[in-house]
């Protein structure tokens, strides 16, 4: 027995020398960060294609990152701590015990693996991921390799669906509808769908780092008060002046479209209808993570460990904001411009389907921006390419804190935000994101 | 086996042969003619570019009409098609279905520019048919304005637009003319679509208060010369008018023209009653419960030969369940209750089928009709397709490309090709087209079966044939009796149809008029015939940019003989004729027969002005608590139930007192008699209570003193199941009318009340209740349990909870009655998606009955039971209010219960039975919110379309859910016998919508009791559509259990309780209504 195994494993040895002496370009693949890039821009294209709201689009990209980190974790254990005792309720993910495991080949299927589970459009990673091991076949992946790698990959993917099952998601799915509120001051369904208010139950998900939802609640909005000289009347006006100001060619209308980040915009002609798709605000800063990551030329782990921290900020950035919005409840610009001011007034910006207060874009911009800065340095200057798929050009910034700046007031310009939601948005986020980068170590 | 086998192969021969004969005899009813035949190869081409498709355009896809007359007066109906991008083209009728084409030479060929609609019209009064064209399409080119044709007399036209007036341009649709101020001329209407594009400004309120140039026109004939007097008539014009179909007819019977103008988009239809002033006052409000969303062709005709015209009005919500899951779309409650308060009416997605019910009052049947989803519709014709004398409906179908499928909406319109639109790539429009599905459809074709039942008839018809039909017109092409059908199509010949009908007799009649409106266009039609009338209105203009011929064509079944012929002239004069043979075309000359004055029946004012006041005062206020907010996949609400109304003298003074029972948020009240007038008594001890929703009351002596207390029972979904809210309320009567609540409940746990009964079930002389539950508050399809309160006969209750009543169901009600006569009172509960059950009392214990007293298998949404010997003989009969049958409630429908995700939470699902297996009614996006796993197996919606219940949720859902089906829909007596019971289903009005009280009482003092019925259940989802096509009904029982046709009670709203009540000897009723005051008829 012992002799048929030994000789078993004596021939796998051998058949992998020799393959190893025709191919080996497999394994310079595998060190390349770009691979990792690819995965995680094939998960951001099937979010957007599945249409994921902004709030359940950070929940998709942070579990498949936190099983790569963790893989990375596991193969680099002097460079990285344990997230397990860090984020709530997570532990530490099985071991790496089988020499033909290949870390890195592990955490990309790892990340396929979860992320698939979690979106829809499921045969579209399948594809991705099949064509990949093919082509890294080809390059002399050994079976042996590719087996051990996909089935401790498999593993912790289980292990961190297991840990995602238990974040309450499933629960808040049955969870009662926004009821609308009678009243100028509270929140009502937009133009032009009037789609019911998203996730309004999202601060009963279960946040990683933060203590608990309403952990840094920003200060109060203005109350709503339609008297002249009240403060609220005064910041409405300013998005309502603004948007008469702005027209197709300021660069404020610029700022306003390259940072939409609308997961649907819907587009009416009669019946005719057809409706654009963008990434959502998350995605965009997974895409500044990306651009981050290649210019400071990080490798894999290393990628890896910043596309983590800055999901994590995501994700606890938007049960923060969350909780905030459908607790205060406030309306948008355009109920209350169209009711009181000016009814044929439309925003530059689709009004997205949930409260104002506080600006979604601006917590979580910030709360990002403070994530990579914390890795990248506050002198960062790079050109922002996210968007020139969906045809907005590049835009460049000196650093990352600069480019969350104008993300939070692109809502202004908008029309979409009062400016307090904006500034105390920021606020918010940036003492999430400080929050968080104090509290949770990964690189040693 | 050889002995048998010969006879059955005479059998079998047998039967081939009546197939094959009975293929002949129906198969054919319309046929087809190839253009080959016939010569009509008109054919609507049209092909989309970057720069003009339905993106560009919104109307791209309406495409085209088609007008019948005889240009050439030869007795002959001639054809004249309208094209978007061919060419229009007149085809003379040459006999024997031969035609030939001669626009170019006529002139009326209108060539390069988009016709839409057509009419011929005689305008300059000569005898000869005129033709009026409508244009739309992109701007520009020669002749882009209306184009009016005078026939030179020669088969050729002249264009005379300018001289007229009526050169105007604009989205044009369609135009009629008819004499809407009886001033003897013809004026006109011209629908135009709005230039302006439908947006996000759809609940802007008060938009069509506001004048466009561009909108809709009513044109007034002065001497020749059209002028515009919208503003004056009462016309809207305004950019938010989206119209796509002009109806006219004489709606509220009183001789004047009415008109319907169908709405696309947004906005609400209108119902332009003319107000005999030279103006018209705009009702659709006060007439309909119900109006279509997206409307498009309509006509009016007299469905049921009563001499009111009713309305259909198509929409785009296709036939099958399938296609609906995959075509339609819908808005949310919230937004449509939004529309609503904006002023924008109560539209919802369907076909309607509006039954004119006199009185200012349509009743919306489409769904009993069953024609409320035909496709994407088009023109909607009336016509006597077999001539048995009742007009069945036509509806052309079909749009070129599906514009609203949603796999294309979701996936293709906004993926790369959408991200090349922003980029502005050339082409991207066209290419978006290129991928939008297309599929051809075949027309509709419904033969009336009398009392608004119709059978599809499409393919025993012959109309099996798909295409994108739009404009049509019926005409006797061949002079042989029978109407033929005209259909014009895009990207495919025109269909001409011959009618081949042979069975039954017809008369034609041509009407000559008086001077300016030589074809007597406004008239009215009745032919008499033994026990029947049939009426027809002389508006050639009808269904979809199309216009019939003015050949006025009645079927008269079987029997030949006419007993007269009575016509209205636009006059208002009448004459009539007698001795008029069947089966030939006559001509009745205004000038050369004896005309009387008409007399016009009194204006039927609306029942609702006749309410009576009442010396008391209630308003229910039901609170704004929204169900679908908990229970996602729930169709319709459950929370407003109130108010209950119950009385009974509690101060001897032999009149009675009320109590009316208040929503949650709402403090119930008390009425108590003083003389003739009535106080209302203290309501300190309820106030208590207001946070409880009080649905079911009962006055009775629980404390044995001899005077009687108040058992107040509470249901509702706004409540935690474990709310004390819930919890039913006992209120001791201390005398003097002053109640105190008895403060500990006998309840174990809170419930939802839905049923209770007292009697002295024990038989040891002190009153005993049966309490059932009304649902589970948390899920909606779990039952409920059921209870009796054991009194000691001091008042005091103890809590019994037998196992027999352990999953009781979901009550709406109970009675007790001795079923089985051994002195013991034995249980009726009725309940949702259950069949009424009968408890059986054996010595103060329930057992459930084993025979089913003919109840068993009635499995229905059962709302009210009354009980009552009706027809006085010796046997309690009961009568029990159902949902009805003109909901989206069907029969085999299911529902499932199981907690679907194993989220910890239950779910409903509600499911339709198709082709042998359950489909869920759900929209693909309303199931996955709620289920999210789903959109895993399902990212598409034509895989979800198709999915069943096993598909969805695995072969083991049968046995893992609990499953409820419905059996029966229809209100009904139960007539009582020696051995159960035997059902009558109550009349087709009653069914109309759900009953969910009843009164038994002699309301005639004829000595029989009569019934009183009403409902309505407005809270529903759109895509499923409320029930509100009741005003109530009062059934008269003339004697022996027959009954009269049910009488309106003209009260809108929901009704939940009726109650009688006699003040200085009228006999009124009182109808407790949710959300409204109470209302109270006097009944003669």
């Given at each position: 027995?012992?002799?048929?195994?030994?000789?078993?494993?004596?021939?796998?040895?051998?058949?992998?020398?020799?393959?190893?002496?025709?191919?080996?370009?497999?394994?310079?693949?595998?060190?390349?960060?770009?691979?990792?890039?690819?995965?995680?821009?094939?998960?951001?294209?099937?979010?957007?294609?599945?249409?994921?709201?902004?709030?359940?689009?950070?929940?998709?990209?942070?579990?498949?990152?936190?099983?790569?980190?963790?893989?990375?974790?596991?193969?680099?254990?002097?460079?990285?701590?344990?997230?397990?005792?860090?984020?709530?309720?997570?532990?530490?993910?099985?071991?790496?015990?089988?020499?033909?495991?290949?870390?890195?080949?592990?955490?990309?299927?790892?990340?396929?693996?979860?992320?698939?589970?979690?979106?829809?459009?499921?045969?579209?990673?399948?594809?991705?991921?099949?064509?990949?091991?093919?082509?890294?076949?080809?390059?002399?992946?050994?079976?042996?390799?590719?087996?051990?790698?996909?089935?401790?990959?498999?593993?912790?993917?289980?292990?961190?669906?297991?840990?995602?099952?238990?974040?309450?998601?499933?629960?808040?799915?049955?969870?009662?509808?926004?009821?609308?509120?009678?009243?100028?001051?509270?929140?009502?369904?937009?133009?032009?769908?009037?789609?019911?208010?998203?996730?309004?139950?999202?601060?009963?998900?279960?946040?990683?780092?933060?203590?608990?939802?309403?952990?840094?609640?920003?200060?109060?909005?203005?109350?709503?008060?339609?008297?002249?000289?009240?403060?609220?009347?005064?910041?409405?006006?300013?998005?309502?002046?603004?948007?008469?100001?702005?027209?197709?060619?300021?660069?404020?209308?610029?700022?306003?479209?390259?940072?939409?980040?609308?997961?649907?915009?819907?587009?009416?002609?009669?019946?005719?209808?057809?409706?654009?798709?963008?990434?959502?605000?998350?995605?965009?800063?997974?895409?500044?993570?990306?651009?981050?990551?290649?210019?400071?030329?990080?490798?894999?782990?290393?990628?890896?460990?910043?596309?983590?921290?800055?999901?994590?900020?995501?994700?606890?950035?938007?049960?923060?904001?969350?909780?905030?919005?459908?607790?205060?409840?406030?309306?948008?610009?355009?109920?209350?411009?169209?009711?009181?001011?000016?009814?044929?007034?439309?925003?530059?910006?689709?009004?997205?389907?949930?409260?104002?207060?506080?600006?979604?874009?601006?917590?979580?911009?910030?709360?990002?921006?403070?994530?990579?800065?914390?890795?990248?340095?506050?002198?960062?200057?790079?050109?922002?390419?996210?968007?020139?798929?969906?045809?907005?050009?590049?835009?460049?910034?000196?650093?990352?804190?600069?480019?969350?700046?104008?993300?939070?007031?692109?809502?202004?310009?908008?029309?979409?935000?009062?400016?307090?939601?904006?500034?105390?948005?920021?606020?918010?986020?940036?003492?999430?994101?400080?929050?968080?980068?104090?509290?949770?170590?990964?690189?040693? | 086996?050889?002995?048998?086998?010969?006879?059955?192969?005479?059998?079998?021969?047998?039967?081939?042969?009546?197939?094959?004969?009975?293929?002949?005899?129906?198969?054919?009813?319309?046929?087809?003619?190839?253009?080959?035949?016939?010569?009509?190869?008109?054919?609507?081409?049209?092909?989309?570019?970057?720069?003009?498709?339905?993106?560009?355009?919104?109307?791209?896809?309406?495409?085209?009409?088609?007008?019948?007359?005889?240009?050439?007066?030869?007795?002959?109906?001639?054809?004249?098609?309208?094209?978007?991008?061919?060419?229009?083209?007149?085809?003379?009728?040459?006999?024997?279905?031969?035609?030939?084409?001669?626009?170019?030479?006529?002139?009326?060929?209108?060539?390069?520019?988009?016709?839409?609609?057509?009419?011929?019209?005689?305008?300059?009064?000569?005898?000869?048919?005129?033709?009026?064209?409508?244009?739309?399409?992109?701007?520009?080119?020669?002749?882009?304005?209306?184009?009016?044709?005078?026939?030179?007399?020669?088969?050729?036209?002249?264009?005379?637009?300018?001289?007229?007036?009526?050169?105007?341009?604009?989205?044009?649709?369609?135009?009629?003319?008819?004499?809407?101020?009886?001033?003897?001329?013809?004026?006109?209407?011209?629908?135009?679509?709005?230039?302006?594009?439908?947006?996000?400004?759809?609940?802007?309120?008060?938009?069509?208060?506001?004048?466009?140039?561009?909108?809709?026109?009513?044109?007034?004939?002065?001497?020749?010369?059209?002028?515009?007097?919208?503003?004056?008539?009462?016309?809207?014009?305004?950019?938010?008018?989206?119209?796509?179909?002009?109806?006219?007819?004489?709606?509220?019977?009183?001789?004047?023209?009415?008109?319907?103008?169908?709405?696309?988009?947004?906005?609400?239809?209108?119902?332009?009653?003319?107000?005999?002033?030279?103006?018209?006052?705009?009702?659709?409000?006060?007439?309909?419960?119900?109006?279509?969303?997206?409307?498009?062709?309509?006509?009016?005709?007299?469905?049921?030969?009563?001499?009111?015209?009713?309305?259909?009005?198509?929409?785009?919500?296709?036939?099958?369940?399938?296609?609906?899951?995959?075509?339609?779309?819908?808005?949310?409650?919230?937004?449509?209750?939004?529309?609503?308060?904006?002023?924008?009416?109560?539209?919802?997605?369907?076909?309607?089928?509006?039954?004119?019910?006199?009185?200012?009052?349509?009743?919306?049947?489409?769904?009993?009709?069953?024609?409320?989803?035909?496709?994407?519709?088009?023109?909607?014709?009336?016509?006597?397709?077999?001539?048995?004398?009742?007009?069945?409906?036509?509806?052309?179908?079909?749009?070129?490309?599906?514009?609203?499928?949603?796999?294309?909406?979701?996936?293709?319109?906004?993926?790369?090709?959408?991200?090349?639109?922003?980029?502005?790539?050339?082409?991207?429009?066209?290419?978006?087209?290129?991928?939008?599905?297309?599929?051809?459809?075949?027309?509709?074709?419904?033969?009336?079966?009398?009392?608004?039942?119709?059978?599809?008839?499409?393919?025993?018809?012959?109309?099996?044939?798909?295409?994108?039909?739009?404009?049509?017109?019926?005409?006797?092409?061949?002079?042989?009796?029978?109407?033929?059908?005209?259909?014009?199509?895009?990207?495919?010949?025109?269909?001409?149809?011959?009618?081949?009908?042979?069975?039954?007799?017809?008369?034609?009649?041509?009407?000559?008029?008086?001077?300016?409106?030589?074809?007597?266009?406004?008239?009215?039609?009745?032919?008499?015939?033994?026990?029947?009338?049939?009426?027809?209105?002389?508006?050639?203009?009808?269904?979809?940019?199309?216009?019939?011929?003015?050949?006025?064509?009645?079927?008269?079944?079987?029997?030949?003989?006419?007993?007269?012929?009575?016509?209205?002239?636009?006059?208002?004069?009448?004459?009539?004729?007698?001795?008029?043979?069947?089966?030939?075309?006559?001509?009745?000359?205004?000038?050369?027969?004896?005309?009387?004055?008409?007399?016009?029946?009194?204006?039927?004012?609306?029942?609702?002005?006749?309410?009576?006041?009442?010396?008391?005062?209630?308003?229910?206020?039901?609170?704004?608590?929204?169900?679908?907010?908990?229970?996602?996949?729930?169709?319709?609400?459950?929370?407003?139930?109130?108010?209950?109304?119950?009385?009974?003298?509690?101060?001897?003074?032999?009149?009675?007192?009320?109590?009316?029972?208040?929503a949650k948020d709402q403090v119930s009240e008390l009425w108590v008699s003083a003389g003739e007038k009535y106080q209302l008594s203290s309501t300190i001890e309820f106030e208590k209570d207001a946070m409880s929703e009080d649905t079911k009351a009962l006055f009775i002596d629980i404390d044995n003193d001899g005077d009687l207390d108040l058992y107040v029972g509470s249901s509702g979904k706004a409540y935690s199941k474990f709310s004390f809210n819930l919890h039913d309320r006992i209120y001791i009567n201390h005398g003097n009318g002053r109640f105190a609540?008895?403060?500990?409940?006998?309840?174990?746990?809170?419930?939802?009340?839905?049923?209770?009964?007292?009697?002295?079930?024990?038989?040891?002389?002190?009153?005993?209740?049966?309490?059932?539950?009304?649902?589970?508050?948390?899920?909606?399809?779990?039952?409920?349990?059921?209870?009796?309160?054991?009194?000691?006969?001091?008042?005091?209750?103890?809590?019994?909870?037998?196992?027999?009543?352990?999953?009781?169901?979901?009550?709406?009600?109970?009675?007790?009655?001795?079923?089985?006569?051994?002195?013991?009172?034995?249980?009726?509960?009725?309940?949702?998606?259950?069949?009424?059950?009968?408890?059986?009392?054996?010595?103060?214990?329930?057992?459930?009955?084993?025979?089913?007293?003919?109840?068993?298998?009635?499995?229905?949404?059962?709302?009210?039971?009354?009980?009552?010997?009706?027809?006085?003989?010796?046997?309690?009969?009961?009568?029990?209010?159902?949902?009805?049958?003109?909901?989206?409630?069907?029969?085999?429908?299911?529902?499932?219960?199981?907690?679907?995700?194993?989220?910890?939470?239950?779910?409903?699902?509600?499911?339709?039975?198709?082709?042998?297996?359950?489909?869920?009614?759900?929209?693909?996006?309303?199931?996955?919110?709620?289920?999210?796993?789903?959109?895993?197996?399902?990212?598409?919606?034509?895989?979800?379309?198709?999915?069943?219940?096993?598909?969805?949720?695995?072969?083991?859902?049968?046995?893992?859910?609990?499953?409820?089906?419905?059996?029966?829909?229809?209100?009904?007596?139960?007539?009582?016998?020696?051995?159960?019971?035997?059902?009558?289903?109550?009349?087709?009005?009653?069914?109309?919508?759900?009953?969910?009280?009843?009164?038994?009482?002699?309301?005639?003092?004829?000595?029989?009791?009569?019934?009183?019925?009403?409902?309505?259940?407005?809270?529903?989802?759109?895509?499923?559509?409320?029930?509100?096509?009741?005003?109530?009904?009062?059934?008269?029982?003339?004697?022996?259990?027959?009954?009269?046709?049910?009488?309106?009670?003209?009260?809108?709203?929901?009704?939940?309780?009726?109650?009688?009540?006699?003040?200085?000897?009228?006999?009124?009723?009182?109808?407790?209504?949710?959300?409204?005051?109470?209302?109270?008829?006097?009944?003669?």
């Open positions: 027995m012992k002799l048929i195994k030994s000789l078993l494993l004596c021939s796998a040895m051998f058949i992998s020398l020799l393959s190893c002496k025709e191919n080996n370009t497999y394994k310079e693949r595998l060190k390349d960060p770009q691979l990792f890039h690819n995965s995680m821009q094939q998960l951001s294209d099937v979010i957007v294609y599945d249409i994921f709201s902004p709030p359940v689009a950070s929940r998709v990209y942070m579990y498949p990152t936190i099983a790569a980190y963790a893989i990375m974790q596991k193969q680099y254990p002097n460079k990285y701590e344990d997230m397990a005792g860090q984020l709530k309720d997570f532990k530490t993910i099985p071991e790496i015990n089988d020499p033909d495991i290949h870390a890195e080949l592990a955490a990309i299927h790892a990340f396929l693996k979860v992320g698939a589970a979690l979106i829809f459009s499921e045969n579209k990673i399948m594809a991705y991921r099949d064509e990949l091991y093919a082509s890294l076949e080809q390059d002399g992946l050994p079976s042996s390799v590719k087996e051990a790698s996909l089935a401790y990959g498999d593993l912790v993917a289980a292990h961190i669906l297991a840990w995602a099952d238990t974040d309450f998601y499933k629960q808040t799915r049955t969870y009662p509808k926004y009821t609308i509120q009678e009243g100028t001051a509270f929140w009502k369904p937009t133009p032009p769908d009037y789609m019911e208010g998203i996730e309004p139950h999202w601060n009963k998900i279960r946040t990683l780092v933060l203590a608990k939802a309403d952990q840094f609640e920003p200060a109060p909005p203005y109350p709503v008060d339609m008297s002249k000289d009240s403060p609220f009347y005064q910041e409405l006006m300013e998005v309502y002046e603004l948007g008469e100001k702005i027209d197709g060619s300021t660069e404020a209308t610029e700022i306003a479209s390259f940072w939409d980040c609308n997961p649907y915009v819907s587009h009416h002609r009669g019946h005719a209808m057809f409706a654009t798709k963008k990434i959502t605000p998350g995605g965009h800063w997974i895409g500044i993570t990306k651009i981050a990551a290649k210019q400071a030329q990080s490798n894999m782990d290393e990628s890896i460990n910043a596309y983590a921290r800055v999901s994590i900020a995501l994700f606890d950035g938007f049960i923060s904001c969350w909780n905030t919005k459908w607790n205060t409840l406030i309306v948008r610009p355009e109920t209350i411009i169209n009711e009181f001011i000016d009814e044929t007034w439309l925003p530059l910006l689709q009004t997205p389907p949930f409260p104002e207060y506080t600006s979604g874009h601006s917590v979580i911009s910030r709360a990002s921006a403070v994530a990579l800065t914390d890795i990248y340095g506050d002198n960062f200057s790079f050109a922002d390419t996210t968007e020139e798929v969906y045809g907005l050009g590049v835009r460049s910034y000196s650093s990352f804190i600069e480019a969350s700046e104008e993300a939070a007031v692109s809502r202004l310009y908008g029309g979409i935000h009062y400016r307090r939601a904006i500034e105390e948005g920021v606020k918010q986020g940036d003492a999430v994101g400080k929050f968080i980068v104090e509290k949770l170590k990964t690189l040693k | 086996m050889p002995k048998t086998s010969h006879i059955a192969k005479v059998v079998l021969l047998g039967l081939f042969t009546l197939f094959i004969l009975s293929c002949k005899d129906t198969s054919s009813r319309f046929e087809l003619m190839k253009p080959s035949t016939t010569g009509v190869a008109f054919n609507n081409e049209l092909s989309y570019t970057e720069a003009f498709n339905p993106y560009t355009y919104r109307n791209f896809y309406n495409g085209a009409g088609v007008a019948l007359g005889d240009i050439n007066n030869d007795g002959l109906i001639d054809i004249y098609f309208t094209g978007n991008l061919v060419n229009n083209a007149l085809y003379l009728n040459r006999g024997d279905f031969k035609f030939e084409e001669i626009a170019e030479t006529a002139g009326v060929a209108c060539k390069n520019i988009w016709s839409s609609g057509a009419t011929f019209v005689d305008i300059n009064q000569d005898g000869w048919l005129d033709l009026y064209v409508c244009k739309s399409g992109m701007p520009g080119g020669e002749n882009r304005h209306n184009e009016l044709f005078i026939n030179q007399k020669d088969n050729t036209f002249k264009e005379a637009s300018a001289e007229y007036g009526l050169n105007i341009t604009g989205l044009s649709v369609q135009a009629a003319f008819f004499d809407y101020d009886l001033d003897g001329d013809l004026d006109c209407y011209l629908l135009n679509n709005s230039m302006r594009s439908v947006g996000a400004y759809d609940l802007i309120e008060d938009q069509r208060n506001i004048p466009d140039t561009e909108g809709n026109r009513l044109l007034e004939n002065r001497d020749g010369y059209f002028v515009n007097v919208s503003e004056e008539a009462g016309i809207y014009s305004s950019k938010i008018g989206f119209g796509l179909g002009i109806t006219l007819s004489d709606f509220n019977n009183d001789l004047w023209p009415d008109l319907f103008i169908s709405n696309d988009f947004f906005e609400k239809d209108y119902l332009y009653i003319n107000n005999q002033k030279g103006g018209f006052d705009e009702m659709g409000d006060i007439y309909f419960n119900a109006t279509s969303m997206g409307s498009m062709g309509a006509d009016a005709a007299d469905i049921d030969n009563d001499l009111n015209t009713d309305l259909m009005v198509t929409e785009m919500l296709p036939e099958t369940l399938s296609r609906k899951k995959l075509k339609a779309s819908y808005e949310s409650w919230d937004k449509h209750q939004l529309a609503k308060s904006k002023g924008y009416g109560n539209q919802f997605p369907r076909n309607v089928l509006q039954r004119n019910m006199g009185a200012e009052t349509f009743a919306e049947i489409s769904r009993i009709a069953g024609v409320e989803g035909s496709e994407w519709s088009w023109a909607a014709l009336f016509f006597d397709m077999d001539n048995d004398g009742l007009k069945d409906l036509y509806i052309s179908n079909g749009i070129h490309k599906d514009l609203l499928d949603r796999d294309y909406l979701t996936f293709m319109a906004n993926d790369e090709k959408v991200r090349q639109l922003i980029e502005e790539d050339n082409d991207v429009l066209s290419k978006l087209i290129d991928v939008m599905p297309s599929a051809a459809v075949p027309n509709g074709a419904y033969k009336n079966k009398g009392s608004f039942y119709f059978e599809n008839v499409r393919d025993l018809w012959g109309f099996e044939t798909p295409s994108f039909s739009n404009g049509s017109a019926y005409g006797d092409l061949d002079n042989d009796g029978d109407l033929d059908l005209v259909v014009n199509n895009i990207n495919a010949p025109a269909f001409v149809y011959k009618n081949n009908s042979t069975e039954n007799n017809y008369v034609h009649i041509s009407l000559k008029g008086f001077e300016k409106n030589t074809f007597a266009v406004g008239s009215k039609v009745i032919v008499h015939q033994e026990g029947q009338k049939s009426m027809l209105e002389q508006f050639p203009s009808r269904g979809f940019q199309s216009a019939i011929s003015n050949r006025l064509h009645f079927g008269l079944g079987k029997n030949s003989r006419i007993d007269s012929i009575e016509i209205f002239w636009p006059d208002q004069k009448r004459s009539v004729l007698k001795e008029v043979t069947a089966n030939q075309h006559i001509h009745v000359d205004y000038k050369a027969v004896k005309k009387t004055i008409a007399l016009i029946s009194p204006k039927k004012q609306n029942y609702h002005s006749l309410d009576t006041k009442g010396p008391f005062a209630f308003t229910h206020k039901e609170n704004s608590f929204i169900d679908f907010n908990q229970e996602r996949l729930l169709p319709q609400m459950f929370s407003n139930e109130g108010p209950v109304i119950i009385k009974a003298d509690l101060n001897g003074d032999q009149q009675p007192d009320f109590f009316f029972g208040g609540k008895q403060n500990s409940s006998p309840f174990s746990r809170p419930f939802a009340t839905g049923a209770l009964t007292a009697a002295d079930f024990d038989n040891d002389g002190d009153l005993d209740i049966f309490v059932g539950e009304r649902y589970q508050v948390e899920t909606y399809g779990k039952d409920g349990q059921g209870f009796i309160l054991r009194n000691d006969g001091a008042g005091n209750f103890t809590e019994e909870a037998p196992e027999v009543f352990s999953q009781i169901g979901m009550l709406k009600d109970a009675k007790h009655l001795d079923v089985n006569k051994d002195g013991f009172e034995d249980l009726i509960v009725i309940g949702e998606w259950m069949a009424p059950k009968v408890f059986l009392n054996t010595q103060g214990t329930f057992v459930e009955a084993n025979e089913s007293f003919g109840l068993s298998n009635d499995q229905g949404l059962w709302a009210t039971l009354e009980m009552a010997d009706l027809n006085q003989d010796g046997y309690q009969d009961l009568v029990l209010g159902n949902i009805g049958e003109n909901s989206f409630y069907k029969k085999g429908m299911k529902m499932f219960v199981k907690d679907f995700d194993g989220n910890g939470t239950e779910e409903q699902i509600m499911t339709y039975h198709e082709n042998g297996s359950d489909f869920p009614i759900l929209d693909r996006d309303e199931l996955f919110k709620q289920l999210p796993f789903l959109k895993k197996k399902y990212l598409y919606y034509k895989d979800y379309a198709s999915a069943n219940m096993i598909d969805l949720f695995g072969a083991d859902v049968y046995q893992t859910a609990v499953i409820k089906e419905l059996r029966e829909l229809s209100s009904s007596i139960y007539w009582g016998s020696n051995n159960g019971f035997t059902k009558n289903t109550l009349a087709p009005e009653i069914q109309y919508s759900n009953v969910s009280s009843i009164l038994l009482e002699d309301t005639d003092n004829n000595g029989t009791i009569d019934i009183v019925l009403g409902g309505n259940q407005s809270k529903v989802k759109p895509q499923f559509g409320p029930l509100e096509s009741s005003n109530g009904w009062i059934l008269k029982q003339q004697k022996n259990g027959i009954f009269g046709k049910p009488i309106s009670l003209g009260v809108k709203g929901e009704i939940r309780s009726i109650i009688s009540f006699k003040n200085t000897d009228q006999y009124s009723i009182i109808l407790g209504i949710n959300n409204d005051s109470i209302k109270i008829k006097n009944i003669q």
